[in-house]
């Protein structure tokens, strides 16, 4: 059973800072490429960024220089630092894994830029 288990949304001022975290097993998290995907009220899933087991990132344009990820081994957990944040970064943040051709998503955390 695939378990990822997100934490760290909240509610946040325009150009503040929030980080979220993603934990699930060591197994998926030493073999799988990890991924932040967000879906906005109205608007589809976006991937916002990903990293490989080698480290190798991937990132949405319009969150680049903003937001970072990265991996803990020790921790099997995945991160993402999203500062500057804009009231459009409004969206439930879910952590992914693709194992095959099986997506597996996280519950889902809320993230809400707002003054």
């Known amino acids: 059973q695939v378990q990822l288990v997100e934490s760290g949304g909240g509610l946040v001022q325009p150009g503040g800072s929030l980080r979220l975290s993603c934990v699930t097993s060591?197994?998926?998290?030493?073999?799988?490429?990890m991924g932040w995907y967000r879906q906005a009220p109205g608007k589809q899933r976006e991937l916002v960024a990903s990293?490989?087991?080698?480290?190798?990132?991937n990132y949405a344009d319009s969150v680049k220089g903003r937001f970072t990820i990265s991996r803990d081994n020790a921790k099997n957990t995945v991160y993402l630092q999203m500062n500057s944040l804009k009231p459009e970064d409004t969206a439930v943040y879910y952590c992914?894994?693709?194992?095959?051709?099986?997506?597996?998503w996280g519950q889902g955390t809320q993230v809400t830029v707002s003054s």
């Open positions: 990293i490989t087991r080698g480290r190798i990132t």
């Open positions: 992914n894994t693709l194992i095959g051709s099986m997506n597996y």
């Open positions: 060591e197994y998926i998290f030493s073999f799988y490429t």
